[in-house]
């Protein structure tokens, strides 16, 4: 199965224990958001990762695929 990059904006604050089941995901977090980077998960994961997000209460603001070359994660800053 193909695997992506994703960022992925959200409300609030992500719990520590779901970031800590993200292998290799990153997250910043800025003026009452949260961007989340994902490296290299399938379609199913992030099915999966969205039904945790909305089983937790945390609401999505933006989801998309990218590249290291087109990602935010050089800039500190959540948008």
Excluded at 46 to 55: K, Y
């Amino acid at each position: 199965m193909r695997q992506a990059t994703y960022e992925i904006q959200l409300r609030g604050a992500l719990p520590p224990e779901l970031l800590a089941s993200l292998a290799g995901a990153t997250c910043a977090e800025a003026c009452g958001e949260t961007l989340l980077l994902t490296h290299d998960i399938d379609q199913e994961s992030l099915h999966q990762l969205v039904g945790r997000l909305r089983d937790l209460g945390i609401e999505l603001l933006e989801l998309r695929q990218t590249t290291a070359t087109n990602s935010r994660r050089q800039s500190p800053d959540v948008p």
